[in-house]
């Protein structure tokens, strides 16, 4: 998987107003915190294809913490607005894993812009 999983709890730091750090944080934290984990969590299984085993260890969680997470998420996309958000930072993240792969495909990446 060519995206650094790093960007998604940045993205979804960002559209769920927490810390970074809080969310690669191996400790326990506020609820609105753990939902934001929750939500970079799905979106590192559903959005880039990592498996649970993938999630757990780039979170610091175990796999039933991250199966639960994935489960979570999945019930709050009952509601509209949260599936909108939800959809619309899924397509950014599938967005940009397509150009980074059309990217190394074409070895753009390897060569850089210096010429």
Do not use: K, W
């Amino acid at each position: 998987m060519p995206v650094d999983p790093m960007l998604i709890p940045g993205l979804s730091a960002a559209a769920r107003g927490a810390r970074f750090a809080d969310l690669v944080s191996s400790r326990r934290s506020r609820p609105s915190v753990a939902r934001a984990r929750q939500l970079a969590v799905y979106l590192h299984h559903v959005a880039l294809g990592a498996s649970l085993s993938a999630c757990a260890r780039t979170f610091a969680r175990d796999r039933a913490t991250v199966r639960h997470a994935c489960a979570t998420i999945e019930d709050l996309r009952d509601d509209p607005r949260f599936d909108a958000a939800a959809r619309r930072l899924e397509s950014a993240l599938v967005a940009q894993r397509d150009m980074v792969c059309a990217l190394l495909a074409q070895g753009n990446v390897a060569q850089g812009s210096a010429r």
